[in-house]
């Protein structure tokens, strides 16, 4: 069986979605849960008209939570 069978089968994000799912769920419980607050995503989208962008709108509002947030910065 060669290497790009899978291409047959499904999409590159669909394989790279499965091989992370199994990834994730082959760790211990404490790195498990790390890895998939990580893979959550926010999505906005915004209504263009004229060349000037609207207001941008969340597809699923993020949960507001009352930890300070971390920094970048080292």
């Known amino acids: 069986m060669s290497s790009a069978t899978w291409r047959n089968v499904f999409t ?3 394989y790279t979605q499965i091989a992370a799912r199994a990834l ?3 760790l211990k419980e404490e790195e498990r ?3 998939e607050k990580r893979g959550l995503t926010i999505l906005r989208y915004q209504r263009w008209e004229n060349g000037q ?3 941008q709108t969340y597809l699923v509002p993020p949960v507001e939570s009352d930890a300070p947030k971390k920094s970048a910065a080292v």
Request: net charge positive; hydrophobic share 25%.
């Open 33 to 35: 849960v790390a890895a």
């Open 53 to 55: 962008g609207g207001q």
């Open 24 to 26: 994730r769920s082959s």
């Open 12 to 14: 590159y994000n669909k």
